[in-house]
């Protein structure tokens, strides 16, 4: 049943060696030749800077006397008001996990260039609502973030699906990585305009508005060069195959790689992505009869459907457990506490000044992007276990010391600012462990683990765990800060070393693995096979057979139909990329 990976070249290993031929093999050198593709994923990845701009501005602005001033009883330091608090912060993630729900449904039925330009404009429309807590308050704060959550929920899916559909898949993980270090570049540069802007007036009683105002205005900026340019940008060709606007998809094709529309370059493109394109519509068809239509109503009701039939199966439920577990485990380290609120753990690890507490978040952001880099590079060559396990741990001993430094000196910070120092220290390990594993590697997890048909659903599934703890840890962690002190690092702690035993346990490595081994592993065997045997039947009938049987007969390609390696499935995976 399950393929060996040291079975001769099949049927995608000629395609992929076909295009190696023509167009050359990934690195570095396929990123120049491919520069306009490369130019608009860049641009694209505005979406994700935003999104990691708003995961960590309001950290420092949370700090700031003159915004405290303004919110009242919503940001104060008092322990009975840090619910609220917790509101101020968390109800950007709830509006985040409504826009990931409604981003496939929005990507499919507008496109997904138009999807960015409605979820940018919905992003704008709820940053000039929080431009108003000047004379509104804190309901103009709360309604305003809920709506740019929506913008950011929906950009943070759609981006990375458009990069992976317009970009060839020479380059196409490097394009999708680019989305994770523009995220972790917008929390960087958040953090540092947020220490900058806090000498506005001075960082005391006399601290102007414009210091915590000028931050938030300043995302308008990024927002509106989107809004606009997006309208230049190309239609996804998989969107216009899907939709079946096929000439115009070829032409797209052709101009992003600078061919001419007849080249055997692009020919090879089109008819693939025509194959994943009938691929999905028959599965639809075969498990969703009554969904086969394309129209708006049935698109929204299809994700709800699909995602309600993964729970149906114990094989399937297993997978369900290891990308929503994962993803709870994600939120759990504490990573989200760190970034929303690092100027207050700071100050209370006995960094009296916010100057120097929001310096000291300003080194979070650094060394997280730098951390970030490492997996983008070897993540591949060492497997997703060993870096998820490593990492948890890591995390968890940072979290176990910084809670034993709280316990024993929270009291005389003043006198042992060598301890405090320590602590802080220990959130910046803290942070480099999450920036290698647990940021990037736990959502290649959760689109790993599923089978062909099932796999955009299962993401969307995983998204929406990752998103709901995110709002749940940004609700209760002024709370616990306030209210149980070290007992927050513990906590996050224990469950961290809990997400390291539950990878090492319970999550399969799936580096190099092929779908018909994860069906084996998962208890489902078959579902892959039967996909595999509908794309070959949809490989044949649209000549994408012929073309590469010939091309291979005259390049050194050789194989036959039955010759279905384990590279041939990996391909499958990578295929279809663009549900990402």
């Known amino acids: 049943m399950v393929a060996g990976g040291n079975a001769a070249p099949g049927f995608y290993d000629a395609a992929l060696q076909r295009r190696q031929t023509l167009m050359g093999a990934s690195g570095p050198a396929a990123l120049i030749k491919n520069g306009k593709v490369f130019m608009i994923a860049m641009f694209a990845c505005i979406g994700g800077l935003l999104y990691g701009y708003n995961q960590g501005v309001f ?52 496109s997904r260039k138009y999807g960015i330009l409605i979820a940018t404009f919905v992003f704008i429309l709820g940053v000039v609502i929080q431009t108003t807590a000047i004379s509104a308050g804190h309901n103009s704060i709360l309604g305003g973030r809920f709506i740019t959550g929506m913008g950011v929920g929906s950009l943070s899916m759609i981006v990375p699906m458009y990069n992976a559909e317009v970009a060839p898949p020479e380059v196409r993980g490097s394009l999708i990585a680019l989305q994770q270090l523009a995220i972790c570049f917008g929390i960087m540069i958040s953090f540092w305009i947020d220490y900058g802007t806090n000498y506005i007036g001075g960082s005391g009683d006399s601290q102007h508005e414009a210091a915590w105002l000028l931050p938030i205005c300043l995302q308008l900026f990024p927002a509106a060069v989107l809004f606009a340019g997006i309208l230049f940008m190309p239609f996804s060709p998989r969107w216009l195959v899907h939709h079946n606007r096929e ?23 089109f008819l693939e992505i025509k194959a994943q394109s009938m691929f999905e519509k028959r599965t639809v068809a075969e498990h969703f009869p009554h969904l086969r239509e394309l129209t708006a109503w049935n698109i929204f009701k299809l994700q709800f459907v699909a995602i309600g039939s993964l729970f149906k199966t114990r094989a399937m439920f297993k997978r369900v457990i290891v990308a929503t577990v994962t993803m709870f485990f994600q939120q759990w380290t504490g990573i989200n506490a760190i970034l929303y609120y690092a100027p207050t753990i700071f100050k209370s690890l006995g960094l009296s000044s916010n100057t120097t507490s929001l310096l000291a978040t300003g080194v979070v952001g650094v060394v997280m992007f730098i951390a970030t880099i490492p997996s983008v590079l070897y993540i ?81 599934l995983g998204a929406s765990s990752n998103w709901m703890n995110n709002f749940i840890v940004g609700q209760v962690t002024p709370d616990m800060i306030s209210g149980i002190s070290y007992g927050t690092y513990l906590i996050f702690g224990i469950l961290t070393f809990g997400g390291a035993a539950f990878v090492w346990f319970f999550v399969p490595e799936t580096k190099r693995l092929t779908l018909e081994e994860m069906d084996v592993i998962f208890g489902s065997e078959g ?54």
């Open 59 to 110: 950290s420092g602005v949370l700090t700031m006397p003159s915004f405290q001033r303004h919110m009242g009883n919503y940001d104060s330091n008092d322990p009975a008001d840090q619910t609220r608090k917790g509101w101020l912060t968390s109800i950007l993630e709830l509006g985040a996990w409504f826009g990931t729900l409604l981003s496939g449904f929005l990507a499919e039925t507008a």
């Open 247 to 269: 000439e115009e998809a070829r032409k797209v094709l052709a101009n992003l790689r600078d061919l001419p529309p007849d080249h055997e370059l692009v020919e090879l493109e």
């Open 380 to 460: 591949d060559k060492i497997g997703r276990k060993p870096i998820l396990t490593i990492g948890a741990i890591g995390m968890a001993i940072c979290h176990i010391i910084v809670a034993a430094i709280v316990a024993s000196d929270r009291y005389s910070w003043a006198t042992h600012k060598a301890a405090g120092w320590g602590a802080v220290v220990m959130v910046w390990l803290f942070v480099v462990h999450f920036g290698y594993s647990w940021g990037p590697c736990a959502w290649i997890i959760v689109a790993e683990i599923w089978p062909l048909s099932n796999r955009p659903y299962g993401i969307a």
């Open 527 to 580: 579902t892959a096979q039967a996909d595999f045997e509908r794309m070959e039947e949809i490989n044949k009938e649209i000549g994408l057979d012929t073309l590469l049987r010939g091309a291979g007969s005259g390049s050194g390609v050789v194989g036959t139909e039955k010759e279905h390696s384990g590279s041939e499935k990996e391909h499958h995976l990578e295929a279809t990329a663009e549900h990402e």
